[in-house]
């Protein structure tokens, strides 16, 4: 049988519990190094996904339900709480049938329209390739700059201007 060793105490000192030798905390301290490691790799591959995340923070999904009745209803509270400011005009340009929206002379018309407009008194903003920022990674560097800059094929290839600014296809321009 084996007998604790006890050293003489001081009067007042505090003694700490001593944790059983089994259960799960023991095991976490005795394999720290193991935990960590696997808690990290969990963490870079989830990371990896992180390029792919998306949000889409339109209107029309903050108010989705399945249900056009209830989507209604909870978009008329929303309006009842903050009041009315979607008084939005879009303008789309159509290539037409074959046509590229993304060519010279519908990029600097599309220029010219958004110049302009930005100068009427009664519009607040105008979003569109001639307006809109971009913002890059390059090799671990964050670079901002403006849609308008962009090559034809890059505008297309990036995740936030194709599909919201102009078409896939190059046919239609906002």
Request: aromatic share 6%; net charge negative; hydrophobic share 45%.
């Given at each position: 049988?084996?007998?604790?060793?006890?050293?003489?105490?001081?009067?007042?000192?505090?003694t700490?519990?001593?944790?059983?030798?089994?259960?799960?905390?023991?095991?976490?301290?005795?394999?720290r190094?193991?935990?960590?490691?696997?808690?990290?790799?969990?963490?870079?591959a989830?990371?990896?996904?992180?390029?792919?995340?998306?949000?889409?923070?339109?209107?029309?999904?903050?108010?989705?339900?399945?249900?056009p009745?209830?989507?209604w209803?909870r978009?008329?509270?929303?309006?009842?709480?903050?009041g009315?400011?979607?008084?939005?005009?879009f303008?789309?340009?159509?290539?037409?049938?074959g046509?590229?929206?993304?060519?010279?002379?519908?990029?600097?018309?599309?220029?010219?329209?958004?110049?302009?407009?930005?100068?009427?008194?009664?519009v607040?903003?105008?979003?569109?390739?001639?307006?809109?920022?971009?913002?890059?990674?390059?090799?671990?560097?964050?670079?901002?700059?403006?849609a308008d800059?962009?090559?034809?094929?890059?505008?297309?290839?990036?995740?936030?201007?194709?599909?919201?600014?102009?078409?896939?296809?190059?046919?239609?321009?906002?």
């Open positions: 049988m084996k007998e604790a060793k006890e050293r003489a105490r001081e009067p007042g000192e505090a700490a519990p001593k944790a059983p030798d089994g259960g799960a905390d023991h095991w976490l301290l005795r394999h190094g193991l935990v960590l490691g696997v808690a990290a790799a969990i963490t870079l989830l990371g990896a996904f992180l390029p792919r995340l998306g949000f889409d923070f339109s209107p029309q999904q903050l108010f989705e339900t399945g249900d009745d209830a989507a209803a978009y008329e509270r929303v309006i009842e709480a903050f009315r400011d979607d008084n939005t005009l303008v789309v340009l159509d290539a037409g049938p046509g590229d929206a993304l060519s010279p002379e519908l990029r600097a018309w599309a220029r010219k329209l958004s110049r302009e407009a930005e100068r009427w008194p009664f607040q903003a105008v979003v569109s390739l001639a307006t809109a920022t971009t913002v890059h990674d390059e090799g671990g560097e964050i670079t901002v700059g403006r800059d962009l090559s034809a094929e890059a505008i297309v290839a990036d995740p936030l201007l194709s599909g919201s600014l102009v078409s896939a296809d190059r046919r239609y321009q906002v």
